[in-house]
C-alpha cells in the first residue's frame, strides 16, 4: 500500500555532512507526522526528529543544533540534513511515517562516521 525509501547514507569523516532522503509512494492520501529514528550497534531504536504535516518540528538533544529535518509535501518527501557529524551517530537511520492513520517503516539506510 504504501513504501519508503530512504538514500543518501554513506562513510563521513568527523565534522562532514550527509543528506537523507524518505520518499514516501503508494496509496497516500494524508502524509501526516514523518520521523527519523536510528539504531546504533548494540542499542535501541531511537527517536532522532520528526516533523508534522505543518512544518512542526522536533530533535532529540543529542543532535539538535546539528541536525535539520525538512519536507516536500509535493513530491511526499522527508530529508535529514546533518552537519557536524560525530561517530556516535554512526547507525542505521529509519525512515517513519503516519498515512492515513497508519504508520509504515522504510528499510533503513547506513550512516558510518570515521574518526
Known amino acids: 500500500q504504501v513504501q519508503l525509501v530512504e538514500s543518501g547514507g554513506g562513510l563521513v569523516q568527523a565534522g562532514g555532512s550527509l543528506r537523507l532522503s524518505c520518499a514516501a509512494s503508494?496509496?497516500?492520501?494524508?502524509?501526516?507526522?514523518m520521523r527519523w529514528y536510528r539504531r546504533a550497534p548494540g542499542k535501541e531504536r531511537d527517536l532522532v526528529a520528526s516533523?508534522?504535516?505543518?512544518?512542526?518540528?522536533y530533535y532529540a538533544d543529542s543532535v539538535k543544533g546539528r541536525f535539520t529535518i525538512s519536507r516536500d509535501n509535493d513530491k511526499n518527501t522527508m530529508y535529514l540534513q546533518m552537519n557536524s557529524l560525530k561517530p556516535e551517530d554512526t547507525a542505521i537511520y529509519y525512515c517513519?511515517?503516519?498515512?492515513?492513520?497508519?504508520?509504515?517503516w522504510g528499510q533503513g539506510t547506513q550512516v558510518t562516521v570515521s574518526s
Open positions: 517513519n511515517a503516519d498515512v492515513q492513520l497508519e504508520n509504515y
Open positions: 516533523i508534522s504535516s505543518d512544518g512542526s518540528t
Open positions: 503508494g496509496n497516500i492520501f494524508s502524509l501526516n507526522t
